[in-house]
């Protein structure tokens, strides 16, 4: 069925019994509609990352709902009857952009009056494009690489455009908003310095298992090698890629091959037992969990990269 068509038949389907429908996406805990009982702004943030940044700026101020669970990968994930009446109800949805949400212009396609905030707004992005408002270009960018979470500065300008959206929504607290960010953005200053002088003297060349750290490569003076050519962490590689990684390893005495939280690591366990290494997990971040905070998994990451590089 034709995504926009589905989405269609889900919007029109809200307004019968919710109940008639807890079994539409099985195997997944429904969220509750948002109730609006106090004058704090409700705001949506797309998946892990965003729903930390948007609660270290808002705290207290805002209600805060994250959209794709915890523990899910939020590649392929689509949207609830649940989830869309939420959106319906939501002051602010954040959202990486560059085609990451795929499901963003079928929610405007719902109801345009959704306020979308795209936090990748004047970011340089792959494709050498930079997004000049707050538009959602989900389609056109589709092709793009979306990581920019992973890379600390432009972290830092995903969570000042959480705040300027906020301070714009609420203008009473701005002052707060613009604080809090402040706040966060010299913690994140601190995490990039830390990752530039202890990755500064290492080697470069690394294999990690999909195409998930070309910007932060690209900020630490890194070479990023995949073993998935694709924005796609579960494609699955041909035997002649097998093959290729196994040799560049080899060639640039590569003996540590990175996979991915929640994702099946027996692809980069035949690559280590070919070349005589080990498998680290290097974490795209893109599943959340509530034990560990974007910077503690980006210094977890940093330990197994200085673990693999810094020999």
Same mark, same amino acid.
């Given at each position: ?18 109940? *008639?429908?807890? #079994? ?5 805990? $429904?969220?509750? $509609? ?6 704090? +702004?409700?705001?949506? *943030?797309?998946?892990? $990352? ?6 270290? !700026? ?12 915890? @523990? !899910? ?25 560059? @085609?990451?949400?795929?499901? !963003? ?12 905030? %795209?936090?990748?707004? @004047? ?7 930079? +997004? ?12 793009? %690489? ?6 600390? =500065? ?26 809090? *960010?402040?706040?966060?953005? =010299?913690?994140?200053? /601190? ?26 490569? %690209? ?10 050519? *694709? ?5 699955? $590689? ?12 080899? =060639?640039? %005495?590569?003996? #540590?091959?990175?996979?991915?939280? @929640? ?15 080990? !498998?680290? #997990?290097?974490?795209? /971040? ?26």
């Amino acid at each position: 069925m034709d995504r926009q068509i589905k989405f269609a038949i889900i919007a029109i389907c809200i307004i019968i019994p919710l109940s *008639s429908f807890i #079994v539409y996406q099985s195997g997944q805990t $429904p969220q509750q $509609p948002i109730s609006k009982s106090n004058s704090k +702004l409700v705001v949506i *943030s797309s998946f892990h $990352p965003l729903y930390e940044f948007a609660k270290k !700026v808002g705290q207290e101020k805002i209600d805060l709902i994250l959209l794709v669970p915890e @523990g !899910v990968e939020p590649h392929d994930w689509e949207p609830t009857i649940y989830d869309i009446q939420n959106m319906q109800q939501a002051d602010l949805i954040f959202i990486n952009g560059i @085609g990451f949400e795929s499901w !963003v212009n079928n929610v405007h396609f719902i109801n345009s009056k959704i306020q979308i905030i %795209d936090t990748s707004v @004047g970011i340089k992005i792959k494709n050498n494009k930079i +997004l000049e408002t707050n538009e959602s270009k989900s389609n056109a960018d589709s092709i793009s %690489d979306p990581h920019i979470w992973l890379n600390p =500065k432009m972290a830092q300008i995903q969570v000042q455009n959480i705040a300027n959206a906020l301070s714009k929504n609420d203008p009473e607290n701005q002052d707060y908003y613009q604080k809090n *960010s402040q706040s966060y953005i =010299k913690e994140l200053e /601190l995490l990039d310095n830390e990752i530039r002088i202890e990755l500064s003297k290492c080697n470069h060349d690394f294999i990690a298992s999909h195409n998930a750290f070309s910007y932060f490569a %690209d900020e630490y003076g890194l070479v990023q090698h995949t073993i998935i050519n *694709s924005n796609d962490p579960e494609a699955e $590689p041909t035997s002649k890629t097998l093959e290729k990684i196994i040799n560049l390893a080899r =060639k640039n %005495d590569i003996n #540590v091959i990175f996979a991915e939280e @929640g994702i099946d690591s027996k692809t980069s366990q035949i690559i280590t037992n070919e070349i005589g290494g080990k !498998v680290l #997990v290097l974490s795209p /971040l893109e599943i959340g969990t509530k034990n560990f905070t974007y910077i503690d998994r980006m210094k977890q990451n940093l330990s197994n990269l200085k673990e693999a590089l810094c020999r």
